[in-house]
């Protein structure tokens, strides 16, 4: 079953980290590029960057740079968010998403699937 | 405050059209495609349209979408109730260097 599943709630303190993981299934998990999406409590959502999943490769935000990194694990089809300095505002849920491809042909920002979303809350 | 930005609600009687319209500018819809993506309550983004008005592979042929200059549409055709969700319109931005999300418009089928 093509799939990516996400780890568990999270709730942090401000100024804490959280560490998400995507797990990839039932797919060639290096062939497509894997996207990090968040969407804070009624708003609409905010992409936060890509990553590679073969060669490592990112591009972040400019809105997150600094505070947010990236990973892959082939080993075990997983990729990773890091978000660190975490305020109030990053209250969201967050979604690993893959880019579309289509017999090589592959749509860089359109994603065909999506993890089922981590809640992380970030309260004092 | 989006980039795109979209008509906060749609709605229409079972079977009507409704047209939803994302408005852009020169760098991101101007010059790059856009994707539509569904979203029911309480679920992830579910890709509709992709390529401006290339359908995802299992969407009906009620949804279409097409682009014009700094502006584009999402059209559904034969409403029906399980239409009811918030859409939104996305596109890659060249000046900022985002992939930017619309406002997003709630459909609602009366």
């Known amino acids: 079953q093509v799939q990516l599943v996400q780890s568990g709630a999270e709730v942090k303190k401000p100024g804490a980290s959280v560490r998400i993981s995507c797990k990839a299934s039932?797919?060639?998990?290096?062939?497509?590029?894997m996207h990090w999406v968040r969407q804070a409590p009624g708003q609409g959502p905010e992409w936060m960057g890509l990553?590679?999943?073969?060669?490592?490769?990112?591009n972040y935000a400019q809105k997150f740079h600094g505070r947010v990194s990236m990973s892959s694990d082939t080993s075990t089809s997983t990729v990773h968010l890091e978000l660190t300095g975490l305020r109030s505002d990053d209250t969201a849920v967050y979604y690993c998403?893959?880019?579309?491809?289509?017999?090589?042909?592959?749509?860089?920002?359109?994603?065909?699937?999506w993890g089922q979303g981590t809640m992380v809350t970030v309260s004092s | 405050q989006s980039l795109l930005t979209q008509t906060p609600s749609a709605s229409g009687p079972p079977g009507q059209r409704v047209t939803i319209s994302c408005s852009g500018s020169?760098?991101?819809?101007?010059?790059?495609?856009v994707n539509w993506y569904q979203q029911l309550p309480g679920a992830a983004p579910k890709l509709l349209i992709y390529?401006?008005?290339r359908r995802s592979s299992g969407v009906p042929d009620r949804f279409s979408g097409s682009k014009s200059g700094t502006s584009a549409s999402l059209a559904i055709s034969g409403l029906q109730s399980e239409d009811e969700a918030d859409y939104y319109c996305?596109?890659?931005?060249?000046?900022?260097?985002?992939?930017?999300f619309g406002t997003g418009t709630t459909v609602t089928v009366l």
């Open positions: 390529s401006n008005s």
């Open positions: 996305a596109a890659w931005d060249d000046n900022l260097r985002i992939y930017v």
């Open positions: 020169r760098s991101n819809i101007g010059q790059n495609t």
């Open positions: 039932g797919y060639s998990f290096t062939e497509n590029f």
């Open positions: 998403a893959r880019i579309y491809c289509d017999r090589g042909d592959c749509f860089t920002h359109a994603f065909d699937l």
């Open positions: 990553i590679n999943p073969s060669a490592g490769g990112t």
